[in-house]
C-alpha cells in the first residue's frame, strides 16, 4: 500500500466545484463576520435560522443526496470546499451532522427509511448523528447504548453524548448494540426524551446529552444490519474529512488574525512582524495549511472516486492528521502572538484555539490518525 | 491542455524501455549524490558521459526549442523523464546549473548570440557551468556582493572572489554577480550579470574539503581577469533583477528548466525498509509505536509535498496565494529531507557509528550521509532561514526583518 500511496498524486477539482467554492467563500464572508460569530455564542439557538435556510436554499444539504431524494448527487466531496470556507467563518450551522446523517441513511436504510427523512435534509430540516458515549473513544462500534426486540418495535437504553443540534432535529442516528453487534437506529427529535446541553471548549457549537430509556421506536427504524460496519466506517472518514475541511478554513483565518496583529502592533520601536521569532512560525503556518489543503482535495478526490477504498482512507486520515497538527500550531500562536490582549477573551485567537481542540478531539486527533496510517500502510 | 492517455501511456513505455536498456551499471566507485559534491574527475568525467547520452536519447531539453539545441517537444515528455530518471535513482545530470538555472535565464533573457553560442552545449554536457554568487563576507546578503567588474578599455576587469563554487573546478563557464558601479544610489542598483569563461587567466578555482571529506565547491579568485562587454546579459547595472530570475528558476519557483534530475533524495519508503531490517530492543524498529508514528508523518510529509503540485494546476484552489506553492517548494523538500535522514541515523542505533567506507555500515553508510549532504539544500540556494522570511514578506506581507 506504502508505493501505492506514494505514486497517487491525483486531484481533481471540477469548475462546478470552483463555483461552489467561490459562492461560498462570498456566502461565508458575508454572513458569518466575526462579531456575528461572537453574538451567536450569546445566543441559545447557536446559529441563525435564516442564514441555515440560506444554506439549504444555496443547495448545500443536498449535495451529497441523490436527485431522487431532492439532492444533487454532487458527491461529498464537494462539500469540502464549503465546509472548509464555513471553518474559515467559523460559521455556527447544523450543516455538517445534517449531511452525515443523510448520507448515512442513503448508505444504510431502506427506501422507506430514505423517502420520509432525506427530502427533508434536502430543504434544510435539521438530522443528526449520535455516537458518542460517556466513557467511550473514537472507535464508533463498541456501544453501550442497546436496542432490545419488542415485538414490531425496539426499545432503546443507555445514552449518548457530544450530540450536535439534537433539540432541533428531526431524525437523529443512534448508534446502538444489538444481539451483541452495532446496528444503527433512527430515532425522530420528538421521541426525545430531556436534553441537557453540554459545555463544551468550542462555543460556537451546540452540543447535547441525553438518555435513551424509556424510547421505542418501530422496528423499521434499524437500518440495514448488512450495511452497519459499512456506514460507520463512512461516518468516520466522512467526519474526519470534513473535520480537516473545518480546521483548515479555521487556521486559515486563524493566519490572517496573526498577519494583521503582527503588521500593526509596533515594540521597541518597529512592527513586531519584522521580528523573526513571529515571522517565521507565520510561515510555517502558512505552509502547513498550503500542504494540508492539498492533501485535503487530493482525499476529497479519491473520495468522490470511491469513498470505501483503503486509499481513500489512507488519503483522508493523512489530510486530518496535517490539518488538526496546523489548526492546533495557529491558534496556540495566535494567543502568544497576541501578547497580553492574547490572553483575553476579547481577542480572536481563543476562537481559533476552542475550535482546534474540537476538531482534533473529534474522531481521532493526528496521533490517533498516524497510528491507523501505520496500520495501513507498513 | 489535456494530453492524450494513450500518447501519455506510450512515452512513459518507450522512456522506461530505454532506461531499462540504459541505465548505466555501478562504476565501481562512490558517486555523489548531487551536483554540490561532483569531487573528482573520475565522477565527473562518468556524469559527464551520462548526460550526453540521455541527451542523445532526445531525452534532455525536450522543450526547449529545436533550433538551439532542444527538441521543441511538450513539457509534458520530459517531467515523464525526468520523473522516471528520479524514481529510478539513476544518476543525476552533473551540469545542473546549466540546464535548470543558466540555460533557463539565458533563453528568457539572453542574446541570439548567447543562445546559440551556450544552449547546446549545456545539453550535450561538453559546458558545465557554475555559480559565482555567494561572496566571502556576503552569502544571505546577496545584494550586497563585491567581486569588482571595472571597466576598462573594451573590458571589463574582475577582481576579488566567490565562494561556495559548486563545479568550480570542472565548469567551462560561470554565471556571475559582480559590482560594476561602486557609486550607485544603493546596493542593488550597482551590480551586473556576467556570463563568464572560467578557463581564462586571473580566474582560480580553489577546492574546498566539505564537511564529509569530500570536494565538490571552490573558492573562486579572481584577480584581474579581462571579459568581453558581450558577456553580460541583461543591462549593466541591472545584475539584480537577473540574479532573482535565477533564483526563481534555481528554487524552482518559475518553470523552463531543461529537466532532469539534480540530486538523489531519500524516499520514505527506503527509511520505512531500515525500520524493517533494524531493530530496537530485540525487535524490529517499524514495531515501535513512535518509530510508526514517525514514519507516517514522513509519508504524509512526501506525499503533501508531491500533491502541492498537483493543487497548484487548479487555479481555484490556489488563487488566495498564488505565489505560495511555488516558493515553498525548496524550503518544504529540504528540511523533509534533512529531518528524515536525521530520524534515520537514530534507527541504526550503535551502528550509526559507521559511516561510508566501513564494511559493516548499515546501506553502506548512506544515511549519515545523506544527513551530512542534506545541508547542502537547507544552506545552498538561500538558506531555510532566507525562505521564511521570503514567505513571511512576500506571501504574507510581513514587513522585512
Ligand atoms: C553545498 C553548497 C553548495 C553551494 N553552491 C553554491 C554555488 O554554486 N554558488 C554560489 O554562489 N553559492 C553556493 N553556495 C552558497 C550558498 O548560497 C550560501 O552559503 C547561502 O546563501 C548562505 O550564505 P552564507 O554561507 O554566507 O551564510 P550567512 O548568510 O552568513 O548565514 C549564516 C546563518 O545566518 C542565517 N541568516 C543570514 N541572514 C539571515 C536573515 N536575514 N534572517 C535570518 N537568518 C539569517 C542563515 O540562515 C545562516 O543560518 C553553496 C552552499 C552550499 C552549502
Known sequence: MLMETLANRNIAFSDEQAMMLDAAKRFVADKSPTDKVRALIEEEAGFDSAVWAECAALGWTGMALEEAYGGSGLGFGALVPVVEQMGRGLMATPLVPTVLAGAVIQLAGTDAQKTPYLPKIAEGGVATLALGERDGGWGLADCAASVTRDGDTVKLSGAKVLVEHAN?????????????KTALVLVEGGELGDLTRETVIDETRRVFRFSLDGISVPADRLLD??????ALRFIELASCMLCAADALGGADSCLAVIVEYLNTRKQFGKLIGAYQALKHPAAEILTGIEQGRSLLYHAATLFDEDWATPATEIAVRMAKAAADDVAIFAGDRAIQFHGGFGFTYECDAQLYRRRSIWNGAHFGDAAHQKEKLADLLF | MSIDPQERAAFTAEVKAWFDDNAPADPGFLLPQSFMEVGTDQQFEFLKTWQRKVYDAGYLGMAWPKEYGGHSKPQWMQDIVTAEMTKRKLPFMVNTIGLNWAGPLILNMGTEEQKKAYIKGILTADDIWCQGFSEPDHGSDLGNAQLKAEKDGNEYVLNGSKIWTSLGAHAKYMILLARTDQEAANKYAGLSFFLIPMKIDGIDPVPIKKMTGEYGFCQTFFDDARIAPSCLIGDEGGGWQVAMATLAFERGAAGGQAGGHSMNSQSVHEVVAL???VKRNG?????????????AQFVIDQKGLHLNGARAKHKPLTEDRPAAV????????SEFQRRMNEFAILLLGQNANYYVGDEDAIDGGLWTRSYLNSFSATIGGGTTQVQKNILGERVLGLPKS
Open chain 2, 275 to 277: 525500520a524493517r531490517k
Open chain 2, 326 to 333: 511555488p516558493l515553498m517548494g525548496k524550503l518544504l523538500g
Open chain 1, 168 to 180: 432541533i432535529a428531526d431524525v437523529i442516528v443512534v448508534s446502538v448494540t444489538l444481539d451483541g
Open chain 2, 283 to 295: 525487535k524490529p524498529a517499524i514495531d515501535d509505536p513512535l518509530v510508526r508514528q514517525q514514519l
Open chain 1, 225 to 230: 444490519p448488512a450495511k452497519t460496519a459499512d
